[in-house]
């Protein structure tokens, strides 16, 4: 199953907001709160490639109060 870190910054004051709305993600397996440049993390996974591309690309940027992402892939060796 591909596999993606998101690293977010929330627009202020929205980090409460925009963590709710990850952990109801059904492809979001876990968020987390940071201190420090970014305002949280999440790891996603889906079934296939195409699926983790199309959360990446339209349902994150659609999320309301996120700011700025950072997205890492994780590969296999």
């Known amino acids: 199953m591909p596999e993606a870190f998101i690293l ?3 627009l202020p004051a929205r980090e409460m907001d925009v ?3 990850l952990q109801n993600h059904e492809m979001v397996v876990e968020t987390h709160a940071l201190y420090g440049e970014f305002d949280l993390l999440s790891r996603v996974s889906a ?3 195409k699926d983790l591309t199309r959360i990446l690309m339209t349902e994150f940027s659609q999320i309301s109060g996120i700011k700025e992402t950072r997205t ?3 590969v296999d060796y």
Request: charge should be neutral.
């Open 72 to 74: 890492l892939i994780a």
């Open 8 to 10: 977010i910054k929330t």
């Open 47 to 49: 079934e296939n490639q």
């Open 19 to 21: 963590y709710q709305v």
